[in-house]
C-alpha cells in the first residue's frame, strides 16, 4: 500500500508540472530563460476558462505551430474533449509555420483534423461573410512576436473587424510578448498604413496580442468597433519585466529567442540591399553586403532554404557583421530598438559607393514614417534618432495604459 500511494504521488505532481509549463521548442536554442518565481500560464493553457464556451458549438480556429496547450497541439487537445474545428483559418506562413516568408497560402483541408483550412494569406486577408457563415465563434491563438511589421497582429484587426461584422465572437487566447518590457520607434503615419502596419502603434508597443486586441476594439480601429463581441483570456502569473520561453518559435526566419529579439533593430534593412541572414542559419542575427569586403572578416552566402525560397543576395557572398552570439537576456534586458547597427550599416555605404537606402517605400513602410530614413542618411547620431521619437512614444505610452492587463 505505501508503494502504490508513493507512485500515485509521483504521478499526480509530474503531471501536474507538465500541463502547467510552458513547452520549448525542440532542437532550437533557446538563450538563457528567466526563472519565475510562479509558473506562468498562457491563455490557452486557462481552459478552464473558455472551453466550456466551444462545446456543441461551430468553432473556427486561427493557429499555427505556436497554439500549443502544454506539448500538445490545440487542434488535438480540442478534438480529445470534444471539440472538433468547424474550419481553419491560415495567416502567414501556414498552420504548421513552415510555409517561405511572403509566400501566399492555400485554401485546402488538414490532413489531421479533416476540417477545411481557409486561406487569411492569398486573395482575402479578412474572412469574408461566408467564411464566416455557420460559425459561433472563433478562436484566435497565435504566438506574436511584438512588433508592428509582424502581419499576424494585422490579421487579428481583420478577424475582430468581421466577427463584429458578421456577429461571431472572437476569443483570444493571450501569450507572452518578448517585447511587452518596452515601447520604442516610430509611431505610423497614416499615409504609410499597409498590411505591414495597419495602426497608429511604434514600432515596439510593448503589449501582448490581448492587451492590443482591447486596445483595437476601444479606439475603433476596426469597423462597427461597437458591436464587436470578443473575450481575451488572460495568462496567469504573467510579467511583462520577464523573458519566458516559446511555445514555438513564430515562423521560419526567427528559429530561436536571440533572433526575435534582434528582431525590431535588424528588419528595416529588409528596405534596403543589406542581408539579414535569409537564408542561412542565422535569420535575423547577422547583416552584411558583398560591398562590405574589404570592411569585415565575417562572411556569409544566403541560399534557399525553408523560411525563403528566393533570398536577397542569393547565391552571393555576403561580409558583415555576426550577432549569433549575443546573450538573450542581455538584449531583453536593452529595452530598446539598437539603431546603431543602420548608422553602422550607413558609414559602411559611405566607405564602399554603394546605397543603404535601395527600395525606400519599403523602408518608409516598414518604420512608418520617413524621418528615420531622412535621419540615418543625413548622417544622425544614435542619440539624436532615439530623441526624434521620445515624445510620440511618451504620448503612447500614456494611450495604452487603459488597455494593460498585466
Known amino acids: 500500500m505505501t508503494k502504490l500511494l508513493m507512485l500515485y504521488f509521483i504521478s499526480l505532481f509530474g503531471c501536474a508540472t507538465s500541463a502547467n509549463q510552458t513547452s ?6 533557446t538563450g538563457s530563460v528567466k526563472d519565475t518565481t510562479e509558473v506562468m500560464k498562457t491563455g490557452a493553457e486557462n481552459t478552464e476558462l ?23 497541439h490545440i487542434l488535438d487537445f480540442m478534438l480529445s474533449n470534444g471539440v472538433k474545428p468547424t474550419k481553419i483559418f491560415a495567416l502567414e506562413h501556414g498552420i504548421r509555420g513552415t510555409v517561405a516568408d511572403g509566400d501566399h497560402i492555400k485554401n485546402g483541408v488538414d490532413s489531421i483534423t479533416g476540417s477545411p483550412i481557409i486561406s487569411l494569406y492569398g486573395t482575402n486577408r479578412k474572412p469574408t461573410k461566408e467564411d464566416m457563415t455557420g460559425l459561433d465563434v472563433i478562436v484566435f491563438d497565435i504566438q506574436d512576436v511584438g512588433v508592428r511589421f ?26 507572452p510578448n518578448p517585447h511587452a518590457n518596452y515601447v520604442a520607434g516610430p509611431v ?18 510593448g503589449m501582448t496580442i490581448g492587451e492590443l486586441a482591447g486596445m483595437m476594439v476601444g479606439e475603433r480601429w476596426i469597423n462597427e468597433a461597437a458591436n464587436c463581441n470578443y473575450e481575451v483570456i488572460k495568462c496567469t502569473n504573467y510579467d511583462r519585466n520577464k523573458l519566458y520561453p516559446l511555445s514555438a518559435w513564430p515562423s521560419p526566419n526567427l528559429p530561436n529567442m536571440r533572433a526575435v529579439l534582434l528582431y525590431p533593430s535588424l528588419c528595416f534593412f529588409e528596405g534596403t540591399d543589406v542581408s539579414v541572414g535569409r537564408g542561412t542559419s542565422k535569420q535575423f542575427q547577422i547583416f552584411g553586403h558583398p560591398a562590405f569586403k574589404d570592411l569585415y572578416n565575417f562572411s556569409f552566402k544566403p541560399m534557399p532554404n525553408v523560411g525563403s525560397s528566393s533570398p536577397p543576395q542569393m547565391n552571393v557572398t555576403c561580409y558583415g557583421r555576426d550577432l549569433s552570439d549575443l546573450d538573450p537576456d542581455m538584449l531583453f534586458q536593452k529595452q530598446k530598438i539598437d539603431y546603431s547597427y543602420l548608422v553602422e550599416a550607413f558609414a559602411a555605404t559611405k566607405k564602399t559607393g554603394v546605397e543603404l537606402v535601395t527600395r525606400a517605400s519599403h523602408f518608409d513602410r516598414l518604420a512608418g514614417t520617413e524621418r528615420l530614413k531622412n535621419a540615418v542618411t543625413s548622417g544622425k547620431t544614435i542619440e539624436e534618432i532615439e530623441a526624434m521619437f521620445s515624445s510620440e512614444i511618451e504620448a503612447f505610452k500614456t494611450k495604452r495604459q487603459k488597455y494593460l492587463l498585466y
Open 188 to 205: 505610423l503615419e497614416d499615409k504609410f498604413k499597409s498590411f505591414v502596419g495597419a495602426f497608429n502603434i511604434p514600432v515596439v508597443y
Open 24 to 29: 520549448v521548442p525542440d532542437n532550437v536554442e
Open 50 to 72: 473558455y472551453l466550456g464556451q466551444l462545446k456543441n458549438k461551430k468553432v473556427g480556429f486561427v493557429v499555427n505551430q505556436s497554439s500549443k496547450i502544454g506539448n500538445q
Open 150 to 175: 509582424y502581419t499576424y497582429i494585422s490579421s487579428l484587426q481583420l478577424i475582430l473587424e468581421s466577427g463584429a461584422e458578421n456577429k461571431v465572437k472572437v476569443i483570444v487566447l493571450d501569450r
